[in-house]
């Protein structure tokens, strides 16, 4: 899956063994979805996953690897990959914004970019394998990128990896899950909240000031593909300057969040949260605690990961020098499990 800031990727095991002492199966809502990988664990383990996510590039992950089934679309995507792959580039759009304007990716991938999702666009594909091909592109492109993750800034030089070919590859659909077909939505988090309900809510919010439309903005224009015009070095979407999360706010994430987790329409609420974000552990803990009216269990499970290399890349100006100290190496990574007394499953 692409590189991603705030992955859950170390915390799965421990995000699974909390929904399974709860429930060997049934279903199960991720609000924040980014690139899908804990509702594709949870889909792989047989759960029935809704996944949401109000940007289209994590929206569009979320049908490949929540919503399509693998008995559905591999055939389609496997001889559509390899016709692809065969394509010559045509720069346009993508490699005048992100490799001429800026130097995301090489120019010689930019143009095969640029070729291969006009193609997809002039096939008129059914939404799911749309989005499988789409996210075989995401992913092809962020192998041969010159970032550290971010779409931010870029490499002043490129990176190795930036000269190798792009290449197309299936993406690791599954097949549909024992509890039932699951979905993708591209809702704010608030109406995914009040419209979705599941036996187990998955809440995985921004922790930070940081956008993941700003983060990721290239994969947000390559899968709209609506060629929007583009501010600063970085090249970003004009649309990021508007389309603010209240989640990226301080002084608003609390009450925010306290409505949200009232909204949800699940008898078990997991969320997975950080010490570095707005709220400490025990607000988070009574924030938990003070739902179903106060009728809630809550327990907290504690992980120490290496922080993200941004934290030692971003003491260093955009000339190399270093204007900074690193703060700390190590963040706590949590995941609390707030189940309303008296809920039964089977």
């Avoid at 199966?25 to 804990?38: A, H, K, N, P, Q």
């Avoid at 792959?85 to 970019?113: L, M």
Wanted: charged letters at 25%; aromatic letters at 10%; proline letters at 4%.
């Amino acid at each position: 899956m692409i590189k991603y800031i705030g992955s859950k990727r170390l915390l799965i095991p421990a995000i699974l063994d909390a929904v399974r002492s709860i429930a060997p199966g049934g279903t199960v809502i991720d609000l924040f979805s980014g690139t899908s990988r804990v509702g594709h664990a949870l889909k792989r383990a047989g759960y029935r996953v809704l996944a949401n996510d109000h940007n289209a590039y994590a929206a569009t992950l979320a049908r490949c690897y929540v919503e399509a089934d693998a008995g559905d679309v591999l055939a389609d995507a496997s001889r559509l990959i390899a016709e692809f792959n065969t394509f010559p580039g045509r720069p346009g759009y993508f490699t005048h914004t992100f490799c001429e304007r800026s130097r995301f990716v090489h120019p010689k991938n930019g143009e095969r970019i640029d070729a291969i999702r006009e193609a997809i666009a002039s096939k008129g594909l059914e939404p799911e394998l749309e989005a499988v091909m789409l996210t075989s592109l995401m992913e092809a492109a962020d192998r041969v990128d010159s970032t550290t993750g971010l779409q931010m800034a870029y490499l002043k030089t490129w990176a190795p990896r930036a000269t190798r070919e792009l290449e197309l590859r299936v993406p690791e659909v599954l097949p549909r899950a024992a509890s039932g077909k699951g979905a993708g939505f591209q809702l704010d988090a608030h109406a995914a909240a009040t419209e979705l309900s599941a036996d187990i809510a998955y809440i995985d919010p921004p922790y930070n000031q940081h956008s993941y439309l700003g983060n990721y903005h290239m994969w947000e224009s390559l899968v709209t593909w609506d060629k929007p015009e583009v501010y600063g070095v970085a090249c970003k979407r004009v649309d990021v300057q508007a389309r603010r999360s209240v989640f990226n706010s301080r002084p608003k994430f609390r009450d925010a969040f306290a409505s949200l987790l009232g909204s949800v329409r699940a008898p078990v609420l997991i969320v997975s949260f950080s010490d570095e974000g707005f709220v400490s552990r025990d607000d988070m803990g009574a924030l938990l605690g003070s739902l179903w009216d106060g009728a809630a269990s809550v327990r907290t499970i504690e992980h120490d990961f290496k922080r993200y290399v941004g934290a030692q890349i971003g003491i260093h100006n955009p000339q190399g020098e270093k204007v900074g100290e690193v703060s700390h190496l190590r963040n706590r990574e949590y995941v609390y499990v707030a189940r309303r007394s008296g809920a039964c499953f089977e």
